[in-house]
């Protein structure tokens, strides 16, 4: 298992709350996407119902630690959206409950990790609701969301709430450097990339080519917003096709921010940049920064990729 990187006091305090035997039912993660809460969730369950915990941390090597990190233990419901599903449903609840309603089959508890909570459509998060009122003692529930506001209040209400930060540049640094073995400006080079989101550094290490791919795009971007036309922003949007480009877009933006403050920046296009630059002042990138924010809330609002995208395109 790889260690987690940053929230030290979170984890701390699970294990405290294991040791102590102070355990809530349902616990609530939430915060940006990417930096480590889906981890902290695996790590929370397996110390939960490892065979050999070592000074309160999971062994990592037993049955129940290798099925959990398989995501095959039969005591630990993983809950996520189903392909070509924007939301939980009801159903996939209704099945949760009748899971958690058995005794463990073979460890001290009965886990449920439920990814991307804020994604419950209404009538899930009503049969939720229920399950909460009715799950046996030796259950935890964990919810991981982005957004607080998006998980309803009677939920909220009934939740342990933990909330995540980014972890400091220098955790994500030093992980690089030791865990992978990159040198110290490859690994500023993937943060920087990374947006300081230590689960997309690692799927950047693991998958070179995310990172040509994004110097293309990067370079694309670059030479559309040189022309500082209205037809480039049309060309602009035909570039994005998903929430991950609008992602791209925004390394984009932070780049000229970086540039015009004189600051170290991923990208080796200095002659472009420098164009760019001087033609975008910085109270315009900082609202173009602003209006792909504003986006990306409204795409995990559910409104439609296309309606999202023409309303940046308006707002520009």
């Not at 009122?133 to 939740?159: D, G, H, M, W, Y």
Request: proline residues 4%; charged residues 20%.
């Amino acid at each position: 298992m790889l260690e987690i990187i940053g929230h030290q006091k979170i984890v701390n305090f699970l294990k405290k709350s294991i040791s102590g035997n102070n355990l809530a039912h349902t616990y609530l993660f939430y915060g940006p996407s990417h930096i480590g809460k889906t981890k902290v969730a695996e790590f929370f369950a397996t110390s939960l119902i490892c065979q050999n915990p070592k000074s309160g941390n999971p062994c990592g090597e037993c049955q129940n630690c290798l099925q959990i990190q398989k995501r095959i233990h039969p005591d630990v419901y993983w809950v996520v959206n189903q392909e070509n599903k924007s939301q939980i449903s009801i159903e996939q609840i209704r099945q949760l409950k009748e899971n958690l309603s058995l005794e463990p089959f073979c460890a001290p508890y009965k886990v449920a990790i439920i990814e991307e909570a804020d994604n419950l459509t209404i009538q899930a998060a009503n049969s939720f609701l229920k399950l909460l009122e009715e799950s046996a003692s030796k259950t935890v529930i964990i919810l991981i969301a982005k957004s607080f506001r998006n998980i309803p209040l009677t939920i909220r209400s009934r939740s342990q709430i933990i909330r995540f930060s980014f972890p400091k540049k220098t955790e994500i640094i030093s992980s690089l450097t030791k865990d992978f073995k990159l040198s110290d400006k490859e690994a500023e080079n993937i943060f920087n990339l990374s947006l300081g989101r230590p689960g997309s550094a690692m799927e950047l290490v693991s998958d070179p080519q995310k990172i040509k791919e994004y110097q293309k795009f990067q370079a694309v971007i670059l030479n559309e917003l040189a022309k500082n036309n209205f037809l480039s922003r049309f060309e602009i949007a035909d570039l994005l096709s998903d929430s991950s480009s609008l992602s791209n877009l925004l390394k984009v933006i932070r780049d000229l921010i970086l540039f015009k403050l004189g600051i170290p920046t991923s990208s080796d296009l200095t002659p472009v940049l420098t164009k760019v630059s001087k033609i975008y002042s910085m109270e315009r990138l900082v609202k173009f920064t602003s209006e792909i924010l504003k986006t990306q809330m409204m795409l995990r609002q559910n409104v439609s990729f296309k309606i999202a995208i023409e309303n940046l395109l308006i707002n520009l």
